[in-house]
């Protein structure tokens, strides 16, 4: 999305900052965990984070929390204490990139709801991943060229509309708010 900024129309004095995790931290997957990195990194003075001004989005997969984990609202409690955009999606991050293909809700999605939001498993991979590769021919865990799929983000953005976008009402339905972000930083014209 940095790539495209212009083409989607945010504002040009909109920093947008991508903050990977180091070598130490490229462990922290847990939800809880970024949120508390997330904080840890705003406190950094090197980063001049301004609290006021600047929003933090922390994206994960909710699926966790459906089988293993619980503690979901509380999660998505401390995320908003802290003032973080949650970008959620269920059962995880690959049903948001399916989206960026024409059709991909009523081919792919809708038929396969019950098994995608159970998180199914086709071999050795879930059932959203296996759809993904058949659309991309690609392993998106490996293949930078996965990247490409930004140019297609109107098509993701509108068929998101079809999901469930409430971060609060995610558990147990097929949720992605990843383009719902993208549309707030549009809308945002750094007034």
């Not at 469930?164 to 945002?188: A, F, K």
Request: with cysteine; proline share 3%; glycine share 6%.
């Amino acid at each position: 999305m940095i790539d495209i900024r212009k083409r989607l129309g945010i504002h040009p004095l909109i920093d947008i900052c991508l903050w990977e995790k180091t070598e130490e931290d490229k462990d922290i997957s847990y939800p809880r965990n970024l949120i508390e990195f997330a904080e840890e990194r705003k406190a950094d003075a090197e980063l001049a984070f301004d609290r006021k001004h600047d929003k933090m989005i922390i994206v994960f997969d909710a699926d966790i929390f459906s089988a293993k984990v619980k503690g979901y609202e509380d999660v998505v409690s401390l995320g908003e204490q802290y003032g973080d955009i949650l970008g959620i999606t269920n059962p995880n991050f690959e049903l948001y990139l399916l989206l960026h293909f024409p059709k991909s809700y009523e081919e792919d999605i809708l038929p396969n709801a019950e098994r995608l939001i159970r998180n199914e498993k086709v071999g050795n991979m879930r059932l959203s991943y296996s759809l993904l590769q058949k659309r991309t021919g690609v392993n998106s865990k490996t293949n930078k060229s996965i990247g490409d799929l930004a140019e297609k983000v109107e098509t993701a953005i509108e068929q998101e509309k079809y999901l469930n976008q409430d971060v609060h009402r995610c558990l147990g339905q097929l949720t992605s708010c990843i383009g719902r972000i993208i549309e707030l930083i549009r809308s945002d014209k750094a007034q």
